[in-house]
């Protein structure tokens, strides 16, 4: 938004109470920064609006961010799932940012602790740790609540409420789930274990890494399906989402009848889940082979295998989470320039507002595109 507004020759000033700029670009994805994907999509972000991102994120695609940071030499790569990583550092995303708002002459302030912001004769008067400004335009874009150790706050959403709009309530998204039944010391004792599994909550499905932790699921799967899950609901896990696993069975015991269950599970999943899964569901045949389990006792195993039922506890919250789900309602700014409707040159921009990405560069890429549109109007 910065570097937009002051290619267009406007005087430019960014405050940010913490020491150093973009601190969340550089821990992203372990320091490799997974700036956009692809496939960008309106299906790719949650809010209330659901056609509320889309002016935005066709004014300024992830070509146009490819397109700049091709300009800046920066080596990258696809990952998986169109996501787009830095070869090297997410510093390079950073010195990128800089060196355009540099280039153009933007003013940034770090240590500036904002104090008031108050509104008067089209003006917006914001008082700081470092002095009082004075501007035309106020753009927010202090993000959401998420991971508060590197200067999360809600302070962008006492400004929105400051002015009248409605802030919707808001919980963690992309975050590790926990469990406090008798599946955690199930987790704990897996924690490590990557699976290849789909998930499924609430009508919404993903197929991706899983990973037991100490407390719960993790792994991109279980982050993506966070957005959707919220207390008292279960999830659907398919452990083996390339095959119908009574059927399956249903052939083994065909075919290898003197092998135990154990034996046929383990060609298709690690040792240990299926040791844990034993105890959980299907101790009283564990030991049998496969010929002496009565067709309908593999159904119900079948059945567990493509759709083990989960119910977590809750996630690890802000604390870990990437993201904040919703934020500001839309209905109180202009989807085409981000600017509050019943406020001229207040503008909201990024994760403050109630667009929340799924897990791939698609929240990057919603900040990179309702920045620019808010820049192109200040």
Request: hydrophobic share 40%.
């Amino acid at each position: 938004c910065a570097l937009t507004a002051a290619h267009r020759g406007r005087k430019v000033v960014v405050l940010d109470s913490s020491n150093k700029v973009g601190k969340k670009i550089l821990m992203s994805s372990g320091g490799r920064c997974n700036f956009t994907n692809l496939d960008i999509q309106p299906e790719n972000y949650l809010s209330a609006n659901p056609h509320f991102m889309k002016s935005a994120l066709k004014s300024y695609t992830q070509w146009d961010f490819i397109e700049l940071v091709e300009k800046h030499g920066i080596a990258y790569h696809e990952k998986t799932l169109g996501q787009l990583f830095c070869n090297d550092s997410s510093k390079q995303i950073l010195n990128m940012l800089l060196s355009e708002c540099d280039d153009s002459g933007v003013l940034i302030k770090t240590q500036c602790e904002v104090q008031s912001v108050k509104a008067a004769d089209h003006r917006f008067t914001v008082r700081t740790s470092q002095g009082r400004f004075v501007a035309e335009s106020l753009v927010i874009a202090t993000g959401g609540l998420s991971i508060p150790t590197m200067g999360s706050s809600g302070f962008g959403y006492e400004i929105a409420e400051q002015f009248g709009l409605e802030v919707l309530p808001r919980s963690a998204a992309l975050v590790p789930l926990t469990f406090s039944d008798s599946l955690k010391p199930v987790c704990e004792r897996l924690s490590g274990l990557s699976v290849d599994v789909t998930m499924t909550c609430h009508g919404v499905t993903f197929r991706e890494g899983m990973l037991f932790t100490h407390r719960g699921l993790s792994g991109p799967v279980s982050l993506q399906i966070s957005s959707y899950w919220f207390p008292g609901l279960s999830i659907d896990i398919d452990l083996l989402p390339e095959i119908n696993a009574t059927d399956w069975l249903l052939e083994g015991k065909t075919e290898h009848g003197k092998v135990l269950l154990r034996s046929i599970l383990a060609k298709r999943l690690p040792k240990t889940l299926v040791g844990e899964l034993e105890f959980l569901h299907w101790a009283d045949v564990r030991e049998r082979p496969l010929a002496e389990i009565p067709d309908l006792r593999l159904r119900q195993i079948g059945s567990i295998l493509n759709h083990w039922v989960v119910k977590p506890s809750g996630t690890e919250g802000y604390r870990t989470a990437e993201v904040t789900l919703h934020g500001i309602d839309t209905k109180h700014l202009s989807s085409k320039t981000m600017e509050c409707n019943d406020h001229p040159g207040l503008y909201f921009i990024g994760e403050v507002v109630d667009v929340t990405g799924h897990l791939g560069g698609y929240n990057f890429q919603w900040a990179w595109s309702s920045g620019y549109v808010a820049g192109v109007h200040v």
